[in-house]
């Protein structure tokens, strides 16, 4: 441990900054460092000491970011191949006790299991992998093959296409690791609803796991219902709604690969007569629906973030009031909302503020049935905000 210290260069925080790490964040901004002792190369290690000299962590390091430091350890504590392995065994061990019955689920989750930059999803047979960061980036070789002993997949995709890598310095990557990943995975989320999953080429990495439990809200609450489910990608929400009740579901996405893809889902799940998929814009759709008076019996909101900063916070907040209105008033008497907001830049406060003034402009009242957040094996770190960004709400019109 005195020769890790003695060779990491010490990174010195400015009086104060250690406020942040103290109760629990990760990141140091490139505006809280002091100075930096030692030569370290972008993606490499530092002893990240306060204004006392004190050690508050390792972390990996990027001149070139606002986030310029990630800490991975508390102690002195190399990101080396042997703890890549190790954290990346007990972070899928987690999930295995956690979701026994699923064959689907987030394997490896960044900052909240202690791999800053790095996301793993299980689906079915295949494991995903999204790099985030140039540290990640250098040890990518390392998390391969730790995902490889510890999965055991037929195939390993490299989901490596996020908008994050640019501010990283990195260009884009999607390709397949290891084994065979064939262009569509067929599984079943929850147990017992089939699905074909376009690993490659659907958005993030596949599928939108973070809304396990939510989807699960559906039960009980759609029987005989007329359903619309805006921004449907390929259908899981809509295919869940039918399977479990719904009489008629209209699904709305502007790509045309994800309708077909949902169309087909809809099919293998055996409720293709109860469901209409339409590829169009949202707003434009919503807007159409508003205006012929068309009424919904439930109305599912998962758009994606539109807020990809805090400068756009304002009008992602516009955004997000026009299409809950519009759905409030779509909402028949005792009608359900089930709407989301995957935005960390916003709020479970500016959510809520902003759902009231939905139902304001929509003339209608509401109780909240029950609060929607991301799946536990997306897990929340205490004292570092950015990992918790899914909220949501279920409200029925009264």
């Not at 390091?61 to 191949?81: Q, V």
């Not at 790095?118 to 390392?142: F, H, N, S």
């Not at 439930?298 to 009008?315: C, G, N, Q, T, W």
């Amino acid at each position: 441990m005195e020769t890790v210290s003695l060779q990491l260069p010490a990174l010195h925080l400015k009086p104060r900054a250690h406020h942040r790490l103290r109760r629990g964040h990760l990141w140091v901004f490139s505006n809280e460092i002091e100075r930096i002792e030692g030569e370290v190369k972008p993606g490499g290690e530092v002893r990240v000491l306060d204004g006392a000299g004190r050690l508050r962590g390792t972390a990996t390091h990027n001149p070139h970011t606002l986030i310029a430091a990630r800490l991975h350890s508390r102690r002195l504590e190399l990101l080396d191949e042997a703890l890549i392995a190790s954290r990346t065994v007990a972070a899928i061990e987690r999930r295995r006790a956690l979701c026994p019955e699923r064959e689907c689920w987030r394997a490896v989750f960044g900052e909240s299991d202690g791999l800053p930059g790095l996301v793993v999803d299980r689906v079915g047979p295949v494991a995903v992998i999204q790099i985030l960061t140039l540290a990640m980036e250098q040890r990518r070789e390392w998390i391969v093959g730790a995902v490889e002993r510890a999965l055991e997949p037929e195939g390993i995709l490299e989901r490596s296409d996020s908008p994050l890598r640019a501010l990283e310095g990195l260009e884009p990557r999607v390709g397949v690791a290891r084994g065979d990943v064939p262009p569509l995975v067929r599984v079943e989320d929850p147990p017992g609803i089939p699905l074909e999953i376009p690993l490659r080429s659907g958005q993030k990495t596949g599928l939108f796991l973070d809304h396990h439990e939510n989807r699960l809200l559906l039960r009980g609450r759609v029987g005989g219902a007329r359903v619309l489910d805006v921004f449907c990608y390929i259908g899981h929400w809509s295919v869940c709604a039918a399977t479990w009740g719904a009489a008629s579901v209209l699904g709305v996405d502007s790509s045309g690969d994800a309708v077909t893809q949902a169309k087909t889902n809809a099919r293998l799940a055996g409720v293709g007569e109860r469901c209409q998929f339409l590829q169009g814009d949202a707003f434009g759709e919503l807007r159409a629906l508003d205006r012929a008076k068309t009424p919904f019996d439930a109305v599912i909101l998962d758009p994606p973030a539109f807020a990809k900063s805090r400068k756009h916070v304002r009008e992602a907040l516009k955004g997000y009031t026009e299409i809950n209105t519009r759905a409030m008033r779509l909402l028949a008497p005792a009608g359900r909302l089930f709407t989301a907001s995957c935005s960390h830049h916003i709020g479970e406060e500016e959510f809520r503020e902003m759902l009231v003034q939905a139902a304001r402009g929509a003339g209608r009242e509401f109780v909240v049935e029950a609060a929607m957040r991301q799946a536990a094996d997306h897990p929340v770190l205490l004292g570092h905000p950015e990992t918790a960004y899914l909220k949501g709400a279920v409200l029925r019109r009264i």
